[in-house]
């Protein structure tokens, strides 16, 4: 069973850096044939596509949002991040990670002063 858990700083001020972790076990994110993807939904709003990091680690971006987005990996921890930045407070969503068909339970990010 693959299970993915998000991790994050909660609140963040505007125009910084908002940092994501998503962990994985149960499946490695160099294992063939698993896209790793972060998803984001805001309050009232439906599921937002941001990125989508393949095994061989090519990645994809929304084109709405690919100029303040970055995504890595971390092979030894079995991690990827997430990095978004100079957020606003449009940018405050429970953000998602997730691995073909398994979600993560989601992280809140709040952007407010």
């Known amino acids: 069973q693959v299970q993915l858990q998000e991790s994050g700083p909660g609140l963040v001020n505007p125009s910084q850096t908002v940092s994501l972790t998503c962990t994985v076990s149960?499946?490695?994110?160099?294992?063939?044939?698993?896209?790793w993807k972060w998803i984001r939904q805001p309050p009232g709003k439906g599921l937002e596509w941001l990125a989508t990091?393949?095994?061989?680690?090519?990645?994809y971006y929304s084109p709405s949002l690919k100029s303040r987005t970055s995504v890595s990996r971390d092979t030894a921890k079995n991690q990827f991040t997430l990095q978004l930045s100079s957020v606003t407070p449009e940018d405050t969503a429970v953000y998602y990670c997730?691995?073909?068909?398994?979600w993560g339970q989601g992280t809140q990010v709040t952007v407010s002063s």
């Open positions: 990091m393949t095994s061989y680690d090519s990645i």
């Open positions: 149960g499946a490695s994110i160099t294992a063939d044939n698993y896209y």
């Open positions: 997730m691995g073909n068909t398994y």
